[in-house]
């Protein structure tokens, strides 16, 4: 009796020790961990703020799997990837591939990207009209400028496909490479090609490239008579951007179709609250959202 009276403790300290806890590894909005497929050309804005958010939360993972528009696209539609980053929201029949399946897809807008037109120093030619790049795109130019774009299927080159409402390239006057990198050297060596880089891109990797990148310049570009920015010309700088008169504007959307109240719908929340709307601004793009600013004043009599 009195061995018994000894074991039975021991054996009930043993099985609460090894017993597991119900939250190990739970998902919330500010921990677990979450997988994201992100368009490339914004993997630097997303980093800074993951790093912030990760910083706030630190139980919180972050799995990225980066590609261009056209790769990522097809893992999110099946399935494999529910939360995304993209330059444009889902057209109805991509959405369809979860209201089948009664999936709520949640779009926010969280910043404002500017597409750049950049060109060799030695280029004499400083500004263009969004008119003359459509003329480009159309193949009807006559000004012998040709467009270097970072690759054939980046969200940047199907921004101008839509813009000039075209479904195939001309045969000439366009010219698509590897990546951003590429697009910059080739246009620092080339006369009278115009490099289509993404701002987002080209600010955080100004130090990075900066060989090239003292090479070339950005260009000014008016927009169509009668459109918001026709009155002169305008570069991607960050008050154009805010004020939406530079003509080659483009939202970058967080796109999330988790379907429970997880990290990804935190993530979401929080790209759109305050926090993350200064570290966009930060970051030299429009945020979604100016938050007001708060002046206190003392009376000192």
Not at 104 to 119: E, K, Q, Y
Not at 240 to 248: Q, T
Request: with cysteine; aromatic share 10%.
């Amino acid at each position: 009796m009195k061995k018994l009276f000894f074991i039975l403790p021991l054996f009930l300290f043993i099985a609460c020790k090894h017993k597991p806890k119900d939250n190990d590894g739970a998902e919330t909005r500010t921990s677990g961990k979450v997988k994201m497929l992100v368009d490339e050309s914004f993997s630097s804005v997303l980093q800074d703020q993951i790093e912030v958010f990760k910083l706030d939360y630190p139980d919180a993972t972050f799995d990225l799997v980066q590609g261009n528009e056209n790769k990522i696209m097809p893992t999110f539609l099946n399935d494999s990837v529910r939360v995304m980053i993209l330059s444009r929201m889902l057209t109805p029949d991509e959405e369809k591939a979860y209201t089948k399946r009664s999936i709520p897809v949640f779009t926010s807008r969280f910043a404002i990207d500017g597409i750049a037109l950049i060109t060799g120093n030695d280029n004499p030619d400083s500004t263009i009209t969004a008119d003359e790049v459509v003329s480009i795109l159309k193949g009807t130019s006559t000004s012998g400028k040709q467009l270097v774009f970072d690759n054939a299927y980046s969200s940047t080159l199907r921004y101008f496909k839509d813009l000039a409402q075209l479904k195939e390239l001309p045969k000439s006057g366009i010219y698509t490479l590897s990546n951003n990198n590429d697009v910059i050297k080739y246009v620092a060596e080339h006369k009278n090609y115009i490099g289509v880089v993404g701002v987002n891109w080209l600010l955080k990797n100004k130090r990075d490239q900066s060989d090239f990148i003292a090479q070339v310049k950005v260009m000014g570009v008016k927009n169509t008579k009668g459109k918001k920015g026709d009155d002169a010309f305008y570069k991607p700088v960050q008050k154009n951007l805010i004020d939406g008169i530079y003509p080659f504007l483009r939202n970058i959307y967080i796109i999330n179709a988790e379907g429970k109240n997880g990290l990804g719908t935190g993530f979401a929340t929080w790209l759109t609250g305050q926090r993350g709307q200064l570290i966009v601004l930060k970051s030299g793009l429009g945020p979604n959202k100016m938050n007001p600013r708060e002046i206190n004043i003392k009376n000192k009599n």
